[in-house]
């Protein structure tokens, strides 16, 4: 199954391989890294405590939660 996912032609004839697919994710989380970075900096100087940082974490991982349980499995 897998050589159905990988070496596939883009829209200019040329093979995107695995090696391209594990640079755009480093560069996605990269960013996202930054942007957490950024958000929680931001957060904390309005609060004034780093107690935000457990609180928002908790709110965000209820989210995902619920995120956890509308994702359809095929079979």
């Known amino acids: ?44 100087y309005l609060a004034g405590s780093t107690v935000i940082v457990t609180i928002l974490a908790s709110i965000l991982s209820i989210c995902g939660a619920i995120s956890a349980t509308q994702v359809l499995y095929a079979e």
């Open 1 to 44: 199954m897998l050589k159905y996912l990988f070496n596939q032609l883009n829209t200019n004839g040329q093979i995107r391989g695995i090696g391209t697919d594990v640079a755009i994710v480093s560069s996605m989380v990269f960013l996202a890294q930054l942007l957490l970075s950024l958000t929680m900096g931001t957060f904390i």
